[in-house]
């Protein structure tokens, strides 16, 4: 499994001391030093069902700073697949990829539930 997030986030901090409290395996990954590709975001969307928007870090000052908030509606998948790719910031963290499934940000509920976690 790939574990993607931002050192500096609060919620990327909890969700990796879940893991490994729970001595999950995963490959690590710092989204700011190895911003997710094009293709890499595409294949994730796919995998994941999520809409694409679940993938944008609304909570971020380069979010506000670029008026994402108007401009997104507005905006195919496809391309904001390439502006995320731009930059690692605009991705929400954290990310967790499997062989079969993707998703972001930290909810222990849906990540017990995908990575079979009984407690």
């Not at 490994?20 to 969307?45: G, V």
Request: aromatic share 10%.
């Amino acid at each position: 499994m790939l574990y993607i997030e931002y050192p500096r986030c609060g919620t990327c901090k909890k969700a990796k001391n879940w893991l490994d409290a729970r001595n999950i395996p995963y490959d690590y990954r710092d989204i700011k030093e190895q911003n997710p590709t094009a293709e890499e975001l595409t294949l994730w969307h796919k995998m994941s069902s999520l809409p694409i928007k679940r993938f944008v870090n609304t909570s971020g000052t380069l979010y506000k700073e670029m008026n994402l908030k108007e401009k997104l509606p507005g905006m195919t998948d496809e391309e904001i697949i390439t502006l995320l790719s731009t930059n690692g910031m605009l991705v929400k963290r954290p990310i967790i990829v499997g062989d079969d499934f993707v998703t972001t940000g930290f909810k222990e509920e849906e990540w017990k539930g995908m990575l079979g976690v009984k407690e």
